[in-house]
């Protein structure tokens, strides 16, 4: 499979994971710390001023929050595989590497540059934590996924040797597609 499709799938599928554990590590904030997720609140700021939220309701600004929300990381995870090949090790480790690397140029560097939010170190530290803990596990999904989709899994490690069995199970996972 193509590496910048694997990763853009295992991106996806990280990004599913992530959205569950955002979702779920909300809850649990403090009340005063429970106002809009980064998602929104970037799609509030970059889409706002076009004027297309004025025309939306509440579910379809959430569903247009989702799309970008997976669109970006997907986008991010299609760029995975090139730095998993130049760093090595175990694609669980390397992932949640990259998925902090994520964060930390999003959220400390292009997003304030862009003045689409302020930078993490001026947020609540409950939801840098959050945030963090969500890209680790986006980033863990992400590097265990790629790895199996390229066939690199069979030690965990990004560029070992394919995985025994993967190429049975990849026929069922194209049929489910």
Not at 29 to 39: S, V, W
Not at 47 to 70: C, M, S
Not at 104 to 115: D, V
Not at 144 to 163: H, N
Request: aromatic share 6%; glycine share 12%.
């Amino acid at each position: 499979m193509n590496h910048y499709v694997a990763g853009a799938i295992a991106g996806l599928a990280g990004t599913v994971a992530m959205t569950a554990a955002m979702r779920a590590m909300f809850r649990a904030l403090p009340e005063k710390d429970r106002y809009p997720l980064p998602p929104r609140l970037i799609t509030d700021r970059v889409v706002g001023p076009t004027g297309l939220l004025d025309a939306l309701d509440e579910p379809e600004r959430r569903d247009l929050t989702l799309a970008l929300h997976y669109g970006y990381g997907a986008a991010a995870g299609a760029l995975y595989p090139a730095v998993a090949q130049r760093v090595g090790g175990p694609a669980v480790a390397t992932g949640i590497g990259y998925g902090l690397a994520v964060w930390g140029a999003s959220y400390l560097g292009w997003i304030p540059a862009m003045r689409i939010l302020t930078p993490a170190t001026r947020h609540p530290s409950a939801r840098n934590s959050l945030m963090l803990a969500a890209h680790v596990v986006w980033g863990g999904v992400t590097g265990v996924t790629a790895a199996y989709l390229m066939g690199e899994a069979k030690d965990g490690r990004s560029g070992a040797q394919p995985m025994a069995g993967a190429h049975e199970h990849a026929s069922a996972v194209r049929e489910l597609a």
